[in-house]
Each structure stands twice: as C-alpha cells, then as structure tokens.
C-alpha cells in the first residue's frame, strides 16, 4: 500500500527483542523470571546496595537521603540443579576486545572465592551483538597468562559459550551453563 | 572498693556479647565477616531492596527519594561446602511460642523452592537466650500437621540445633549447618 508522499509502511513487522530496546540486563532479568516461574532455577538479581541516611515516617516510610554503596559481590545469584550459581552482566561497546578495567579487583577475588567453594561464577558478556557466556575459570586463566588490559573479541569466540535470545525466554543463559559446566549437577534427587 | 553514696564499682567487667547490645542481626554480621576473612563461607546479608525515585546528580550521586521494597528473598545467602545456603534471622520475643506470622507466604514458598532445588534453606531463631537453627524441613512438615498460628517453645527445643556465641565468631552458625545436615557436602574438592 502506497501513502501520500512515498512513506511506505510495512505492515509486517518481525519482532526483534533487541528492537525493543533492552538491554543485556533486561534480557537477563526476564530470563530469570521466567526460570522461577517455570521452576528451572531459582535466581534473583541483588538488590543494589544503598545506605539509608534519613527516613521520613509521616506517610508510611519515604526514604528522604540515601546513597549508593559498592556491591561486593557480582548482581545475579542463586541456585540451579543444585549448585551455588553466580554471574555478572557486562555490555561492551569495543568490536575488538573487552576492557578487563570492567571486572573490578573485590569482583575477580569475589569469583575466585567462589570457584574454590565449589559454586559457579562467569560473566555475561554482549559483544558485537552476540552474548556470551565467560567463565571465570577462562577469565582467571586469561589474568594469569595475558599482562594486557582486555580480553580480545577472539578469545571471547573461542572460550566463550554463545548464548541465544529466546523470544519467551529473554536470553536463555541456562542452556549456557549446562554447556560451559557439563558433568557438574550435584543435585542427586533432579 | 566503696565509693561515696553507697556506689559500688566492680572493676572486673566480664565481656558478655549480649551486654554489647548486638542483635541477632549483628551477631550473624559478624560470623559471617569471620568466616569471609578465614575462607570458611562466602555468605552476605542481601541488601535491602529499594526502589529509587529521585537522584540528585550535582555532587556525587545523592539519592534524594526512594522507598523500601518487600524481599522477594530471605535475608542471606551464599555458599557452604559446595551448598547453596539462604537464611533468616528471627527475633522472638514471646518465652513459648515462635509466632508463624513472623514467616511471609513468598519467604516460606522461597524456602520450599530452595529445597526443592537441592539447595539449604533454614531459619536462625533467637528465644528465651538460646539460638537455635530450624531447618526449612521442619518448618514444612510443622505447618503441614499443625493447623496452629505458632510453634511452641518445646518444639524449637526439640528440633532445632543450638547455635553458640563465640567472643571471636559471633553466632557460630556453620557448626550448626554441620550439625543439622550431616552428610550432604557435595563438594568433592574440599
């Protein structure tokens, strides 16, 4: 159908979740939801550490001053076929490598800490329109190998595991572990 | 030695953590900060959930409104051995009964899903001077046999495990995770 002025409209629009404008963490919380919902895996994103200052009790209790505090932990955690799981979300603008300047240093301690308790902890990277799923076993290697401050978009392909969006799901970041982490379901009873 | 109007002084002070005025709250802090330095658990106090509305850029960051949010969640969580481990702390104040409504629907929902998921779910109770860790197993069967509002003094005595304050620790809550789940160290590393 031709409209005034040559605008064309097309009527038959594919849906593209990255479209609608989320972002990774978007994608990520919707996952989330949808693992609970569906009883695959219990995690939550953390709630952002704040330190009140004063409260304001008159209507009901509105937080008047507060401030943002550094988490000291990574965003995402909770449980997943019995293990301890914990990840990050990060987005990365570069085409060519992902700033290691990202990762703080209480974060990387953080993941070795919880790779030596027997827990799993990676990162979520998007990178050139593609996420995926690092490691912290691969990023600890990376550290001790490499004095460069980034990681190159190759080595993201090659150790990284991809992961897919998924229109109901948002981005399906189990099916990344249960790859990345094979033989490690320490839940007898599932 | 006697001091003037009948004062006595007693110069040789024990230090009874309770006297210091630490909470339940603060007690667990403290363990689990202490089992953080000595590599024993990684377990944090969850941050409170807060919905931001306002934030004053001009110096810093300052929130300038926010509310409190409800906890989807119980209080802490982390790893143990390989275990995924989530609690809460509950202050009672009653001498012969622990009041259920203390325990939200979604808390007792979470605790259920947790289990179910292979992961360690309990309260930590504190009642008549003692400690005492109750299983999220125990909790359940409880309010499936039982159609009261509360559970009776006897029955945390009966089936929970006490906790000990240690000068150096706090509440000494892992010896009672040991206690309490004897046999599911998941962790073949460690």
Same mark, same amino acid.
Not at 19 to 38: P, V
């Given at each position: 159908m031709k409209y005034p002025n040559n605008i064309q409209k097309n009527f038959k629009k594919e849906i593209n979740y990255k479209?609608?404008?989320?972002?990774?963490?978007?994608?990520?919380?919707?996952?989330?939801?949808?693992?609970?919902?569906?009883d695959l895996a219990i $995690?939550? %994103? =953390?709630?952002?550490?704040?330190?009140?200052?004063?409260? !304001? &009790?008159?209507?009901?209790? $509105?937080? %008047? =001053?507060?401030?943002?505090?550094?988490?000291?932990?990574? !965003? &995402?955690n909770g449980i997943y076929k019995g293990k301890y799981v914990e990840f990050d979300a990060k987005e990365c603008q570069s085409k060519t490598s992902f700033p290691l300047n990202n990762i703080y240093e209480h974060q990387l301690n953080h993941i070795k800490k919880i790779i030596r308790?027997?827990?799993?902890?990676?990162?979520?990277?998007?990178?050139?329109?593609?996420?995926?799923?690092f490691k912290g076993e691969d990023l600890i290697i990376?550290?001790?190998?490499?004095?460069?401050?980034?990681?190159?978009?190759?080595?993201?392909?090659?150790?990284?595991?991809?992961?897919?969006?998924?229109?109901?799901?948002?981005?399906?970041y189990l099916k990344g572990i249960d790859e990345a982490y094979k033989g490690v379901d320490c839940n007898n009873e599932k």
């Open positions: 479209n609608r404008g989320m972002n990774l963490e978007g994608l990520i919380n919707e996952a989330c939801k949808y693992y609970l919902e569906h $995690i939550y %994103k =953390k709630p952002t550490p704040i330190g009140v200052v004063d409260v !304001d &009790y008159k209507k009901g209790a $509105i937080i %008047k =001053k507060a401030y943002f505090k550094e988490p000291s932990t990574l !965003d &995402y308790h027997g827990g799993i902890a990676f990162l979520i990277i998007s990178m050139n329109q593609g996420y995926y799923l990376f550290l001790k190998t490499h004095t460069r401050k980034s990681i190159p978009y190759q080595v993201i392909l090659e150790k990284g595991y991809p992961l897919k969006i998924n229109y109901n799901i948002g981005i399906d």
